[in-house]
Structure formats: C-alpha cells, structure tokens
C-alpha cells in the first residue's frame, strides 16, 4: 500500500501571486504537432521565487552558493508541521512551543487557513529570534505557507540574515491548507540552476 502522499505546492501559473516587481510565469509555443513536426514543445520564462521554491543563500548575499551549489540533504527528510493558525505578523517561539519536543531536522509552519491565491502583502514571516531558536534545537530547514521568511516591507531581511548567519535553508510559498500537524518525510529538492538565487520545488510531504 502506497504511504498518504500531500502535495504541498501551488499551481505555477501566470496568475500566480508574487512579490511586485518579480517575473511572472509565461508559456510559449516554440512548436506544435503536425505533419512535419513529430512533438510539442514550449519554453517558459518566470522568477524562481514563483511558486513553491526554496531560496539559496545567494538570494540574500553574494559570494555564497547558488541553487546549484547548496546540498540536497536539507530538503529530505522526517519533517514537522507545526499549526500556528491566525499567529500575526510574525511566527513567535510562543507559536511553536507546543510542538516542539524531539523536533526533527526540518520544520514547516503553518500560518493560514487557506493560501492566498492572490499577492496580499499582510503575510506572516518568521522573527529572527524564532529562526535561532529552531536552529538551536537542530532544525537545518524551514519553511511556511507564505511568500517570505521576512515581512513584505522588510529592507533588512533579518530572518534570511539568520539564515545566513546559522546556514540553515528555507522553502516558501508552500499549501499546507490540508496538512495535520505532525511528523512527515519532506520531499523538496531544488532544481540544479547554475547561478540561479533560488529553485522552484515540487514539494511533498509522506507519510511517516
């Protein structure tokens, strides 16, 4: 019997929300099939942001790894989800104490009933110190269902600067809509783009 299998990925698409300013996800046609052409193909043209999609640490320094530089090891493996429903502006250590015994290397949260399908900018983001504070407790990847670790407004990103600081990694923009809280194998692996500041994953979660 196959183990429960939850996609955790939204739909890639031109109306995909993103931060302003970001490429959107285009398609086109470079040929069709008729008679003296055997295929279909397309070529497609989007940020690496849009999407479910984890960051490289070039997205917020220079001289550090790109997508496809950084180890796959963070992106599988037993994983936690933690429910921090209607939390606010930011994911507190508060927010996270209930399911924090034993945590397992990776840990995503969740902030929202529903994902939002349109850019709404009032999304909640991880406070550096909640960043630390996992990293204290052996967690090398988090993620949330949101576009960013940082506030939409933020100039300094001070949650990716911890990131930095403590090498940890990230995934954003994740549907944990019909998650459970609990322990699960997280399946997620960047896509190896040379020079590239982040990756679109096709992130899942199995089963334990």
């Not at 993620?143 to 990131?163: E, I, R, W």
């Not at 990230?170 to 896509?191: K, Q």
Request: charged content about 20%.
């Amino acid at each position: 019997m196959n183990k429960a299998l939850w996609d955790i990925s939204p739909v890639v698409a031109p109306d995909a929300p993103l931060f302003p300013g970001d490429e959107p996800y285009a398609l086109k046609w470079t040929a069709r099939l008729s008679p003296g052409c055997p295929v279909n193909l397309s070529a497609i043209t989007m940020s690496p942001h849009v999407g479910a999609h984890a960051d490289a640490p070039l997205h917020y320094a220079d001289g550090v790894a790109s997508a496809a530089e950084v180890s796959l090891d963070p992106y599988l493996g037993p994983c936690r989800v933690i429910h921090a429903i209607g939390c606010g502006p930011l994911i507190r250590v508060e927010h996270l104490r209930h399911a924090a015994e034993n945590l397992p290397p990776r840990v995503l949260v969740r902030c929202n009933e529903r994902a939002d399908t349109v850019w709404n900018p009032d999304f909640s983001a991880y406070a550096p110190e909640t960043v630390e504070w996992l990293a204290a407790r052996g967690v090398r990847l988090i993620g949330l269902d949101t576009p960013s670790v940082d506030p939409a407004t933020s100039k300094t990103l001070d949650s990716h600067q911890q990131l930095l600081r403590l090498d940890l990694r990230v995934l954003e923009n994740l549907v944990l809509d019909d998650v459970p809280e609990g322990d699960y194998e997280l399946i997620a692996l960047p896509l190896k783009l040379a020079g590239a500041c982040a990756s679109p994953v096709r992130a899942v979660l199995r089963a334990l």
